[in-house]
């Protein structure tokens, strides 16, 4: 935790790591959906494919996840160093090309019972702070 507290201090900003969800060449930005998974969230599949994606509050990489537009599923699950899921759930995204969405967690957290948590793709193209890692935790913005 303290090394979270370290690097906002300092100021360092996550390495970006920029991933294409589909097989052709490049597409312009205009052309093409992006997905954001905020912190705590790992996909493991992407339209029936394979893909290993781990977003951590704790690691200093935030991916970006690019999507011909259309309806997609990913196979995702949660971690949060409190919460976490037994296995991962499939969720549906139906996204539109020029648009940003962020994958975030509504996680309920008890004490002495067990959490619950569910995946949850929500359009911020109009919301440009809440395209970030952090949305909804450690003192990202909130309301996203």
Same mark, same amino acid.
């Given at each position: 935790m303290s090394g979270v507290v370290c690097c906002a201090a300092s100021g360092c900003t996550p390495a970006l790591v920029h991933v294409k969800a589909y097989p052709d060449s490049s597409l312009p930005i205009s052309s093409v959906a992006m997905l954001k998974p905020a912190a705590g969230i790992y996909v493991k599949e992407v339209d029936g494919k394979p893909m290993e994606l781990i977003q951590n509050a704790w690691k200093s990489t935030d991916f970006e996840i690019e999507f011909i537009p259309g309806?997609?599923?990913?196979?995702?699950?949660?971690? !949060? $160093?409190? @919460?976490? #899921? *037994? +296995? =991962?759930?499939?969720?549906?995204? *139906?996204?539109?090309? $020029?648009?940003?969405?962020?994958?975030?967690? !509504? #996680? =309920? &957290? &008890?004490?002495? %019972?067990? #959490? =619950?948590?569910?995946?949850?793709?929500?359009?911020? =193209?109009? %919301?440009?702070?809440?395209?970030?890692?952090?949305? @909804?935790?450690? $003192?990202?913005? %909130? +309301?996203?």
């Open positions: 309806r997609h599923f990913l196979r995702v699950g949660f971690y !949060n $160093g409190a @919460d976490y #899921s *037994d +296995g =991962t759930v499939l969720v549906r995204a *139906d996204m539109q090309a $020029g648009r940003r969405y962020l994958l975030k967690p !509504n #996680s =309920t &957290h &008890h004490v002495f %019972k067990a #959490s =619950t948590w569910a995946p949850e793709v929500v359009d911020v =193209t109009e %919301k440009p702070e809440c395209w970030t890692v952090l949305a @909804d935790v450690m $003192g990202g913005p %909130k +309301g996203c």
